[in-house]
């Protein structure tokens, strides 16, 4: 159950970055991670009226929960900013594969090393085999090059993989910490973080004077905001059903996502690259489902 709610989790994911990332070629891009992060907030806030109204109360939230909220929601906003920044700035297809591999990598070592999880071989195997995957996945289709500037593009490509780093770190720290979070019915640690995720997303619009004003796109990223919500709700269930390690490679999937949804919606064609991927991924979703 837990392996099969992190894959849900990884296409929910994958698709809110796949139509956040068409809607950031109409906005800009931090205009569309603040409504996308609000709309996942009026998401958690509507859960909990729901449970309110229904139950009369809601379950309190622990000062550990908290704190592990909190930190979610640091690192959550942390990884947005980067992401979205290094993506404005430099090169696609190094920040995302990047960051991508350092989100999953730093929970999965921490799941064996910090919290003592047994390793398993198939998951072993299947979190090797990811990597090339999801380097593979992020490839364009053709590669820009800035001809007679080679040092200047070894120069973007180091810059896009540290804006990678940091925003893997923040996803990661994200991810962590919401593994952490006991609560029956965790809608307020998941509102907590969500808004504390706001604050560095609104201090960076408002430094690059990003239009915030309301409009049917924005709107738009509001929406795709929820399914990332769902996303992350699913994910904190998925950890409570399996160990950590196997529900991270699980995650790890969801490049896979936007690679496709970009060849049935926008009718792009594969490149070699990102064709031998997904067949890596193919592999990897059953090597998976092993740990059940």
Partial sequence: MGEFLGV??????????FFNGVLARRIPAM????????????????????????????EPMGDQDFGWAVLSGIG????VAALY????????SIAVPVTSIVSVAVPFILSTTLLGEPLQLHTAAAGVMLLPAIWLLSRPNRHGTLLGQPDLQARQNVFA?????IAGAGYATQLFALSRITSAVPVEPLLTGQLVSLVPLLALAWFRAAPLRLRKTTLQAATVGLV????????????????????????????????????LVLKERLSRFQSAGLAIAAVVVPVVSLAS
């Avoid at 849900?8 to 970055?17: D, E, I, K, N």
């Avoid at 920044?85 to 696609?92: D, L």
């Avoid at 993989?161 to 780093?165: N, P, W």
């Fill in 8 to 17: 849900l989790a990884a296409v929910m994911f994958g698709t809110s970055h």
């Fill in 31 to 58: 205009s569309v991670a603040v409504y996308s992060q609000a709309g996942g907030a009026l998401f958690f806030l509507a859960w909990a009226l729901s449970i309110f109204w229904t139950q009369g109360d809601l």
């Fill in 76 to 79: 959550s906003g942390i990884g």
């Fill in 85 to 92: 920044e290094g993506m404005r700035r430099h090169n696609i």
């Fill in 161 to 165: 993989a540290v804006y990678g780093v």
């Fill in 228 to 263: 990332a919500a769902l996303a992350m709700a699913f994910y904190l269930y998925a950890t409570r059903h399996a160990l950590l390690g196997p529900v991270m490679i699980a995650i790890a999937l969801y490049p896979a996502i936007p690679v496709l949804l970009a060849l």
